[in-house]
């Protein structure tokens, strides 16, 4: 075998199935059978040509789950056949960041599926070291789920979210909803969460917001009115908008916390009161992938049935019909993930 089908992405908003060569492994790495690759966010900014246009074409796909069908001559840890789940990204490992599990901020970083050929294809080449074995019995489905849980994992120990601290999350689509049930997790409360979907205002209320508004005009008085006039302990951007991030700022209160999270173009910038947050001891942070433990813990809380998976799992395409998926996804707002199945 020297072929196998992949999705590339020749030009935005166009995808090409077609047989293109097996990727090679080196002696530290691992081929990949994928099973299914879940449609992330990212996926949508690369198909639309507003992120790594720079990288066409290219297969995309990051957010997957498969098996081990080949290894390189040193790997000695993982036998042909084992499930896995994959770390994404990809650093040199033994720079200053990557020690520190800062390995977005390595001098060599890629990423699977956005710097480098990803998983909406027969087989993708890995490095050994990232690739995770699955021991607990958990659908395909669910897994593939790993890598956007990790994300909100990484988001929650930035904002060093604990019991007790009020939320408001701008966004209710697939990642606002799973920052949602991470922020129950950590016992935050209450839980607020603002889309402009009333249908995703109400998945997410199923999956543990304590109030979801779907007009805009009624959120500051909502935040406000269930924090005691405060404001919210932190305040998490999900959606890329940078009048949002602007908004934040007037929703958090004194001494409260911006997680900088969702993606906007490139230079976008947001006007910060430097006295203000001087003065009331504010604070921001980006987070934007999982990485090292944090999938692990991904991982470990899907294994344990720690998030509710249901609304993500209902939308499945076969390869073939990749282009018809992206195509439809605003179409669907009930389906918080659309997976693209690949193994058949």
Known sequence: ?????????????????????????????????????????????????????????????????????????????LAVGTRVVVDINIGCGTCFWCRRNEVLNCAEVTQVGIGRDGAFADYVAVPAR??????????????????????VVRAARKARATFGQSVFIFGAGPIGNLHVQMMRLVGAAPIIVADLSAERCRMALEAGADAAVSDPALVKQTVLGMTGGRGADLVIESVGN???????????????????????????????????????E??????????????????????????????????????????????TLSERPQHLKTQIAIAT
């Open 1 to 77: 075998m020297s072929t196998m089908r992949a999705a590339v992405l020749t030009t935005p908003k166009c995808f090409d199935v077609r047989e293109v060569p097996l990727p090679p492994i080196g002696p530290e790495d691992v081929l990949v059978r994928v099973q299914r690759t879940g449609i992330c966010g990212t996926d949508i900014h690369i198909f639309n040509g507003h992120y790594a246009v720079d990288r066409l074409p290219l297969i995309p796909g990051h957010e997957f789950c498969g098996t081990i069908a080949e290894r390189g001559a040193n790997v000695r840890h």
């Open 130 to 151: 990232l690739a995770i074995p699955v021991e607990a019995d958990i659908a395909d489905e669910v897994l593939v789920l790993t890598e956007p849980v990790a994300c």
């Open 242 to 280: 940078r009048k949002l991030y602007e908004q934040a700022f007037d929703l958090t209160r004194r001494g409260g916390h911006v997680a900088f999270f969702g993606i906007t173009s490139p230079g976008e910038t947001v006007p910060i009161d430097i006295l203000r947050t001087v003065l009331e």
């Open 282 to 327: 504010g604070s921001l942070k980006g987070s934007v992938a999982g990485m090292g433990e944090d999938v692990h813990d991904a991982l470990t809380l899907l294994s344990h049935g720690r998030f509710r998976t249901d609304d993500f799992t209902k939308a499945s395409y076969p390869l073939e019909r990749i282009q018809e998926a992206f195509a």
